[in-house]
Protein backbone atom coordinates (compact mmCIF):
# COMPACT_ATOMS: atom_id res chain seq x y z
CA UNK A 1 0.00 0.00 0.00
CA UNK A 2 1.74 3.36 -1.11
CA UNK A 3 -0.28 5.61 0.15
CA UNK A 4 -0.07 9.49 -0.81
CA UNK A 5 2.98 9.75 -3.66
CA UNK A 6 4.41 13.04 -4.66
CA UNK A 7 6.54 13.55 -7.84
CA UNK A 8 9.25 14.65 -8.70
CA UNK A 9 10.65 14.80 -4.88
CA UNK A 10 13.11 17.85 -6.05
CA UNK A 11 12.62 20.25 -8.92
CA UNK A 12 14.52 23.61 -10.03
CA UNK A 13 12.43 26.59 -12.21
CA UNK A 14 13.55 29.25 -13.79
CA UNK A 15 11.02 32.51 -13.24
CA UNK A 16 8.12 31.94 -15.36
CA UNK A 17 8.22 28.48 -16.22
CA UNK A 18 5.44 26.07 -15.58
CA UNK A 19 5.44 22.89 -14.19
CA UNK A 20 3.08 20.44 -12.23
CA UNK A 21 3.64 18.61 -9.12
CA UNK A 22 2.23 15.11 -9.12
CA UNK A 23 0.03 13.58 -6.44
CA UNK A 24 -1.58 10.48 -6.59
CA UNK A 25 -3.36 8.07 -3.77
CA UNK A 26 -4.46 4.68 -3.16
CA UNK A 27 -6.78 4.58 -0.54
CA UNK A 28 -9.51 5.50 -2.36
CA UNK A 29 -10.12 8.65 -0.11
CA UNK A 30 -12.59 11.55 -1.26
CA UNK A 31 -10.23 14.38 0.01
CA UNK A 32 -7.26 15.78 -1.00
CA UNK A 33 -4.91 18.68 -0.61
CA UNK A 34 -2.19 20.38 -0.80
CA UNK A 35 -0.38 21.93 1.75
CA UNK A 36 3.16 24.44 1.52
CA UNK A 37 5.86 24.48 3.76
CA UNK A 38 8.22 27.41 4.53
CA UNK A 39 10.59 28.33 7.06
CA UNK A 40 8.95 29.56 10.20
CA UNK A 41 5.56 29.93 8.53
CA UNK A 42 4.49 26.03 9.02
CA UNK A 43 1.88 24.47 6.69
CA UNK A 44 -0.55 26.99 4.83
CA UNK A 45 -3.26 25.51 2.81
CA UNK A 46 -3.29 25.82 -0.89
CA UNK A 47 -6.22 24.45 -2.37
CA UNK A 48 -8.16 21.05 -1.08
CA UNK A 49 -11.03 18.98 -3.20
CA UNK A 50 -13.59 16.87 -1.80
CA UNK A 51 -14.07 14.65 -4.22
CA UNK A 52 -13.80 14.23 -8.20
CA UNK A 53 -14.57 17.45 -10.37
CA UNK A 54 -14.41 19.47 -6.88
CA UNK A 55 -11.98 22.01 -5.90
CA UNK A 56 -11.34 25.05 -3.53
CA UNK A 57 -8.81 27.72 -2.34
CA UNK A 58 -7.72 27.09 0.78
CA UNK A 59 -5.14 29.91 2.77
CA UNK A 60 -2.93 30.92 -0.26
CA UNK A 61 -4.20 29.96 -3.68
CA UNK A 62 -2.80 32.59 -5.79
CA UNK A 63 -0.34 30.99 -8.68
CA UNK A 64 -1.57 27.90 -8.35
CA UNK A 65 -4.33 25.69 -10.26
CA UNK A 66 -5.39 22.39 -9.08
CA UNK A 67 -8.06 19.68 -11.19
CA UNK A 68 -9.94 16.83 -10.07
CA UNK A 69 -10.50 14.76 -12.61
CA UNK A 70 -10.24 11.37 -10.95
CA UNK A 71 -10.43 10.47 -7.05
CA UNK A 72 -6.61 9.37 -7.18
CA UNK A 73 -5.37 12.35 -8.65
CA UNK A 74 -4.79 15.37 -7.46
CA UNK A 75 -2.14 17.93 -9.65
CA UNK A 76 -1.06 20.84 -8.33
CA UNK A 77 0.28 23.48 -11.52
CA UNK A 78 2.18 26.16 -11.03
CA UNK A 79 1.89 28.67 -14.24
CA UNK A 80 4.37 30.76 -14.08
CA UNK A 81 6.74 30.47 -11.39
CA UNK A 82 8.22 33.37 -8.95
CA UNK A 83 10.92 32.88 -6.64
CA UNK A 84 8.24 33.35 -3.76
CA UNK A 85 7.22 29.96 -4.63
CA UNK A 86 9.93 27.65 -3.38
CA UNK A 87 9.20 25.66 -0.64
CA UNK A 88 8.34 22.55 0.45
CA UNK A 89 4.94 21.44 -1.33
CA UNK A 90 2.73 18.39 0.57
CA UNK A 91 -0.25 16.47 -0.51
CA UNK A 92 -2.64 14.94 1.83
CA UNK A 93 -5.19 12.67 2.16
CA UNK A 94 -8.07 11.77 3.95
CA UNK A 95 -11.47 9.64 3.73
CA UNK A 96 -14.78 11.48 4.69
CA UNK A 97 -15.76 11.18 7.63
CA UNK A 98 -12.69 9.80 8.91
CA UNK A 99 -11.53 11.30 12.28
CA UNK A 100 -11.58 15.12 11.40
CA UNK A 101 -8.98 16.19 9.66
CA UNK A 102 -6.68 13.21 10.35
CA UNK A 103 -4.60 13.56 7.03
CA UNK A 104 -2.08 10.95 5.77
CA UNK A 105 0.55 13.19 3.44
CA UNK A 106 2.81 12.38 0.97
CA UNK A 107 6.92 12.91 1.65
CA UNK A 108 7.13 16.03 0.12
CA UNK A 109 8.23 17.70 -3.21
CA UNK A 110 10.91 20.24 -2.86
CA UNK A 111 10.78 23.26 -5.37
CA UNK A 112 13.09 26.15 -5.99
CA UNK A 113 12.40 28.71 -8.19
CA UNK A 114 15.34 30.41 -9.43
CA UNK B 1 -3.19 36.74 11.90
CA UNK B 2 -2.05 33.22 12.90
CA UNK B 3 -4.80 31.48 14.51
CA UNK B 4 -2.64 28.59 16.00
CA UNK B 5 0.46 29.99 18.02
CA UNK B 6 3.73 27.56 18.62
CA UNK B 7 5.60 30.62 20.51
CA UNK B 8 8.90 28.35 21.22
CA UNK B 9 11.03 27.16 18.61
CA UNK B 10 12.68 24.14 19.90
CA UNK B 11 12.98 22.38 23.02
CA UNK B 12 15.74 20.02 24.18
CA UNK B 13 15.24 17.30 26.88
CA UNK B 14 17.12 13.98 28.41
CA UNK B 15 15.66 10.87 27.91
CA UNK B 16 13.55 9.55 30.01
CA UNK B 17 12.08 13.05 30.89
CA UNK B 18 9.12 14.73 30.13
CA UNK B 19 8.66 16.84 26.98
CA UNK B 20 5.90 19.27 27.04
CA UNK B 21 5.09 21.37 23.97
CA UNK B 22 2.41 23.86 23.96
CA UNK B 23 0.09 25.69 21.54
CA UNK B 24 -2.25 28.52 21.50
CA UNK B 25 -4.97 29.27 19.03
CA UNK B 26 -7.03 32.53 19.07
CA UNK B 27 -10.08 31.33 17.20
CA UNK B 28 -12.42 29.92 19.66
CA UNK B 29 -15.16 28.29 17.18
CA UNK B 30 -11.98 25.90 16.96
CA UNK B 31 -13.41 22.48 18.13
CA UNK B 32 -10.97 19.22 16.98
CA UNK B 33 -7.23 19.37 17.28
CA UNK B 34 -4.52 17.38 16.13
CA UNK B 35 -1.04 16.65 17.00
CA UNK B 36 1.54 15.93 13.71
CA UNK B 37 5.53 14.84 14.05
CA UNK B 38 7.55 15.50 11.17
CA UNK B 39 11.29 13.88 10.56
CA UNK B 40 13.65 15.11 7.86
CA UNK B 41 12.70 14.66 4.40
CA UNK B 42 9.35 13.41 5.32
CA UNK B 43 5.88 14.29 5.20
CA UNK B 44 3.89 14.95 9.06
CA UNK B 45 2.36 12.15 10.58
CA UNK B 46 -0.72 11.93 12.60
CA UNK B 47 0.22 11.50 16.19
CA UNK B 48 -3.35 12.11 18.40
CA UNK B 49 -6.13 14.54 18.74
CA UNK B 50 -8.49 15.81 20.87
CA UNK B 51 -11.41 17.23 20.39
CA UNK B 52 -13.49 19.97 22.45
CA UNK B 53 -15.66 17.96 24.21
CA UNK B 54 -12.94 16.58 26.39
CA UNK B 55 -9.90 17.77 28.49
CA UNK B 56 -7.49 14.74 27.98
CA UNK B 57 -6.67 11.86 25.46
CA UNK B 58 -3.81 9.63 26.34
CA UNK B 59 -2.50 7.03 24.10
CA UNK B 60 0.73 5.51 24.61
CA UNK B 61 3.46 7.78 25.93
CA UNK B 62 1.85 10.88 24.57
CA UNK B 63 -1.10 12.38 26.21
CA UNK B 64 -2.75 16.21 25.14
CA UNK B 65 -4.65 18.48 27.56
CA UNK B 66 -6.87 21.11 26.41
CA UNK B 67 -7.77 24.03 28.64
CA UNK B 68 -10.95 25.52 26.65
CA UNK B 69 -11.04 28.67 28.58
CA UNK B 70 -7.50 29.94 27.93
CA UNK B 71 -7.58 28.38 24.47
CA UNK B 72 -4.44 25.97 25.18
CA UNK B 73 -3.43 22.96 23.98
CA UNK B 74 -0.12 20.86 25.27
CA UNK B 75 1.08 17.77 24.34
CA UNK B 76 2.77 15.63 26.97
CA UNK B 77 5.20 13.04 26.15
CA UNK B 78 6.60 10.67 29.66
CA UNK B 79 8.99 9.27 28.87
CA UNK B 80 10.55 10.96 26.12
CA UNK B 81 12.95 8.93 23.98
CA UNK B 82 15.61 9.83 21.48
CA UNK B 83 13.17 8.97 18.43
CA UNK B 84 11.07 11.16 19.37
CA UNK B 85 13.17 13.55 18.09
CA UNK B 86 11.73 15.66 15.34
CA UNK B 87 9.30 18.67 14.54
CA UNK B 88 5.94 18.53 16.18
CA UNK B 89 3.05 20.77 14.50
CA UNK B 90 0.05 21.71 16.54
CA UNK B 91 -3.07 21.88 14.19
CA UNK B 92 -7.06 22.68 14.55
CA UNK B 93 -10.03 22.68 12.53
CA UNK B 94 -13.72 24.45 13.16
CA UNK B 95 -16.70 21.82 12.63
CA UNK B 96 -17.71 21.07 9.37
CA UNK B 97 -14.52 23.15 8.16
CA UNK B 98 -12.09 21.32 5.30
CA UNK B 99 -9.71 23.34 6.35
CA UNK B 100 -6.57 22.49 8.96
CA UNK B 101 -5.07 25.43 10.47
CA UNK B 102 -1.14 24.68 11.58
CA UNK B 103 0.98 26.40 13.75
CA UNK B 104 4.80 26.93 12.97
CA UNK B 105 5.77 23.80 14.61
CA UNK B 106 8.49 23.01 17.08
CA UNK B 107 11.70 21.06 17.03
CA UNK B 108 12.21 18.25 19.97
CA UNK B 109 15.69 17.01 20.71
CA UNK B 110 15.98 14.42 23.01
CA UNK B 111 19.37 13.77 24.15
CA UNK B 112 20.05 10.16 25.00
Known amino acids: NAGVTQTPKFQVLKTGQSMTLQCAQDMNHEYMSWYRQDPGMGLRLIHYSVGAGITDQGEVPNGYNVSRSTTEDFPLRLLSAAPSQTSVYFC?????????????FGAGSRLTVL | DQQVKQNSPSLSVQEGRISILNCDYT??????FLWYKKYPAEGPTFLISISSIKDKNEDGRFTVFLNKSAKHLSLHIVPSQPGDSAVYFCAASQGGSEKLVFGKGMKLTVNP
Open chain 2, 27 to 32: NSMFDY
Open chain 1, 92 to 104: ASRRQGAGANVLT
